[in-house]
């Protein structure tokens, strides 16, 4: 399995407030574990960029200690978590918004189906925070032969 430490997580959003108890139920407390599921399309044998992952408090630097790791592969494809550079987008409102100028290290959460499958498929995997309160992330697709249009809707003659 492959477990990587990166220097920042999920769209920023997660901090110490966050992970507050009054957040979670009392399963989850109990456990530390709160479990999320996302359904979404692929198409075969092309990779999706699935969740930009890093963290980081309010005056922009990163939030050290995450850990990320598949604990589930695909049957059907795989996934991975690679390092990444890009810009958060954060909203107007979140106090990070000033952030969004400047580029911030992470990791990228990819999923690619194989060449020729049509069917359904999923991974998990695991975001554990500095804390010690875990995600478990649940990706399940239907995966589709039928490969995605460059093209956007058809014009109507006026």
């Known amino acids: 399995m492959k477990r990587l430490l990166p220097a920042a997580l999920a769209l920023g959003l997660l901090s110490s407030a966050a992970l507050t108890a009054e957040q979670w139920t009392e399963e989850e407390i109990t456990s530390g574990v709160r479990k999320i599921e996302y359904v979404r399309y692929a198409f075969a044998g092309q990779k999706m960029n699935l ?11 990163a ?4 850990a990320f790791e598949i604990v589930k592969q695909p049957e059907h494809g795989t996934a991975e978590i690679a390092p990444h550079i890009g ?20 990791q990228m959460l990819t999923y690619k189906a194989s060449a020729g499958y049509k069917g359904p498929d999923s991974f998990t995997y695991v975001e554990i925070a500095p804390s010690g309160y875990a995600f478990e992330k ?3 697709f239907n995966v589709r032969s039928i490969p995605a249009t460059t093209t956007g809707p058809k014009k109507r003659d006026a």
């Open 51 to 61: 969740q930009f992952l890093f963290a980081m408090n309010p005056d922009c630097s």
């Open 63 to 66: 939030v050290e200690g995450w």
């Open 87 to 106: 810009f958060p987008t954060f909203p107007k409102e979140n106090s990070r918004y000033k952030c969004n100028e400047h580029k911030v290290e992470g």
């Open 138 to 140: 649940t990706y399940r």
